[in-house]
Every structure is written in structure tokens, then in C-alpha cells.
């Protein structure tokens, strides 16, 4: 158990939908990462927050947002869902902003019908 | 470019020892890690090396680090069916590339 909590763990949608996807990262964390896992792209870096601020972004699409809490929980924001964001969405966290080691929640599978 | 290449699969008998091999391109990257994850879950983080080091061993894991070739691999002592799973490595720029994952499966 990395610590790291999402939820929920499966998600199904329709297209066209909007979907939040929520993470807790582990004790004393501050910053969280989202990472999307699908077949054909593998596992790509979406976005990162620390302490509340955006710290780097990736391959984000613009119909994806997301946002830390004061309480350093984040969510991720899905919409107008297409049936290619089906894939698994991991959230990680990580003590500091920079390059150390992070640790990865169990992720939430969503499928967009 | 930011790509981090291993090989798709790798089949081992169960004893033996696996090595699953990864190729980066940043030369600025300060760590580079594994990962594993198992059908069905998250990834774990199995262990990481500081790119000033050339070697790291834990247990039934080690690390080589080859910085001239960008090159790194793990070693799997005495293999299990247990570490059959997806193995991951990642280079650490700014921001975390995953290579696009080895799946090791151990044969009896």
C-alpha cells in the first residue's frame, strides 16, 4: 500500500459525459501527479500540482483540468469524454516539486461508452 | 526527444535470473527508477539509482547504470512466479518519462 488513495475505482461513462476523478495523496505530500495509462499511448504525464499551485504540465487535452485543495487532495476534472479517454488514470504524489521518487495510488479504470 | 525504449516481453524460467533493459535520452536525469505493476493495480515502486552511481543492489534486485550509453537495466535474482508483472523504468528530467514497459512472465 503506497498511501496514496483514488477514487472511485472504476468509472463508466458515456460520451460526451464529465467525470472527476479524485486523489489523496500520502501523508505529508505536497505535490500530486496524473498520469493516463492507455494500450496504445502508455503511460503519459498529464499534470502536476504542488501545494496548491500547477507546477508542470504534459500531454494534457484542454477538455482536461485539474486542482489541489488546501487539504493538498486533488481532483482531476474529465470532459466532454470521447470514447479514446477510456483508459486507466493514476494519481501520484511526491514530498517536494522536483525529481524525487514518487509513489502511485491503486488508479481509477474509466470506460467511456 | 523524450523517449525512454524496452523491450516489450521477456519469458523466463522460473530460478533463473531476468534482465530487463532500458534505453533514456536526457543526460541531465538525476534519478531513473522502476517500477512494477501487477494486473489490475498501480504501480510500485520496486527501486531507483542516483545517475552518479553505476550499480545499486537490494536483495534480489540490481541496478546497472551505464551514463556514457544511457543505459540501464534490473536484474532479477532467482526469479518467481510472483514477479511476473509489468516492469517500468522512468528517467526523472522535470518530470517523470516512463519507458513503455517489459512484461515479464515466469514460467515453472
Known amino acids: 500500500d503506497s498511501g496514496v488513495t483514488q477514487t472511485p475505482k472504476h468509472l463508466i461513462t458515456a460520451t460526451g459525459q464529465r467525470v472527476t476523478l479524485r486523489c489523496s495523496p500520502r501523508?505529508?505530500?505536497?505535490?500530486v501527479y496524473w498520469y493516463q495509462q492507455s494500450l496504445d499511448q502508455g503511460l503519459q504525464f498529464l499534470i502536476q500540482?504542488?501545494?496548491?499551485?500547477?507546477?508542470a504540465k504534459g500531454n494534457i487535452l484542454e477538455r482536461f483540468s485539474a486542482q489541489q485543495f488546501p487539504d493538498l487532495h486533488s481532483e482531476l476534472n474529465l470532459s466532454s469524454l470521447e470514447l479514446g479517454d477510456s483508459a486507466l488514470y493514476f494519481c501520484?504524489?511526491?514530498?517536494?516539486?522536483?525529481?524525487?521518487?514518487?509513489?502511485f495510488g491503486p488508479g481509477t479504470r474509466l470506460l467511456v461508452l | 526527444g523524450e523517449d525512454v525504449e524496452q523491450s516489450l516481453f521477456l519469458s523466463v524460467r522460473e530460478g533463473d535470473s531476468s534482465v530487463i533493459n532500458c534505453t533514456y535520452t536526457?543526460?541531465?536525469?538525476?534519478?531513473l527508477y522502476w517500477y512494477k505493476q501487477e494486473p489490475g493495480a498501480g504501480l510500485q515502486l520496486l527501486t531507483y539509482?542516483?545517475?552518479?552511481?553505476d550499480m545499486k543492489q537490494d536483495q534480489r534486485l540490481t541496478v546497472l547504470l551505464n551514463k556514457k550509453d544511457k543505459h540501464l537495466s534490473l536484474r532479477i535474482a532467482d526469479t518467481q512466479t510472483g514477479d511476473s508483472a509489468i516492469y517500468f523504468c522512468?528517467?526523472?528530467?522535470?518530470?517523470?518519462?516512463f519507458g513503455t514497459g517489459t512484461r515479464l512472465q515466469v514460467f515453472p
Open positions: 501523508s505529508g505530500d505536497l505535490s
Open positions: 501520484a504524489s511526491s514530498n517536494w516539486e522536483g525529481r524525487e521518487t514518487q509513489y
Open positions: 539509482i542516483f545517475s552518479n552511481m
Open positions: 500540482y504542488y501545494n496548491g499551485e500547477e507546477r
Open positions: 536526457d543526460s541531465s536525469s538525476t534519478y
Open positions: 522512468a528517467e526523472a528530467t522535470d518530470k517523470l518519462i
